[in-house]
């Protein structure tokens, strides 16, 4: 399953995506994960949630976020929730131009059984149809 949150710069999503994390935490029963480019949050989030931070390992780009996304679910087979908190910044591509990586993403996420929540910069309106099904 993928969920999108989604709006504005400056309208609190990764805020959102933290308390998501945090509340999913109480009810799981695998591992979670919280995937972002910077360190903002990190200590905002509960223990249990595997917090990553893709600037340290020089991901950039649609094609190596794909990968590094691929990578972090097969490296356990007790995922649960995954949260990528600033796709489009991570990506470099504007949300129009990510459909391949969402393709990806519902592909994993059925195969894998996991949860998948991404934040995307944008409003409703400038989100393309491959996204706004996940809302």
Known sequence: MIKVIYGAKGTGKT?????????????????????TDSKRG???????????????????????LCGFVKGVIAGNHDNEYVFID?????????????????????????SSEVTVTVSVSATKEELPDFVTKYI
């Open 42 to 64: 990190m200590y905002d989030l509960e223990r249990a949630v595997r917090f990553i931070d893709v600037s340290e390992y020089d991901v950039a780009g649609e094609a190596a």
């Open 86 to 110: 600033g796709v489009v910044r991570i990506a470099g591509k504007p949300v129009q131009e990510l459909a391949s990586f969402f393709y990806m993403l519902e592909k994993v996420a059925k």
């Open 15 to 35: 805020k959102m995506m933290i308390d998501a994390a945090n509340q999913a935490v109480e009810n799981a029963k695998g591992h979670l994960i919280f995937i």
